[in-house]
């Protein structure tokens, strides 16, 4: 794991708690600087991180406070923020 890597695990802690301490546009600061540093190391974004974020708006996603989550036949799950965005993935 490079150092690029490893701080965008801290990063992707640090938006967990400001989220779950209801400081929303904090939470955004840290997903959006995540996104910069794997872009500019060329990196990607682990599972969890990606699944927990919205492309939209950048918001850090938790369920039932800011984000709806509902599974579809066919073995779907569909993530809609409160901007509007939607994400699905399969299960």
Same mark, same amino acid.
């Given at each position: ?5 490893e ?9 967990? *708690? ?7 546009? =904090?939470?955004?600061?840290?997903? =959006? ?5 794997a *872009? ?39 993530? =809609? ?11």
């Amino acid at each position: 794991m490079n150092i690029a890597e490893e701080r965008i695990d801290r990063l992707h802690d640090l938006a967990r *708690e400001a989220a779950s301490d209801r400081d929303h546009e =904090r939470a955004r600061e840290y997903v =959006r600087l995540a996104r910069r540093v794997a *872009e500019r190391n060329r990196c990607g974004l682990p599972k969890a991180f990606r699944r927990f974020t919205c492309d939209g708006c950048d918001a850090y996603l938790r369920p039932g406070v800011n984000a709806r989550v509902r599974t579809r036949a066919g073995g779907r799950v569909v993530v =809609r923020c409160d901007c509007g965005a939607t994400k699905r993935y399969p299960y």
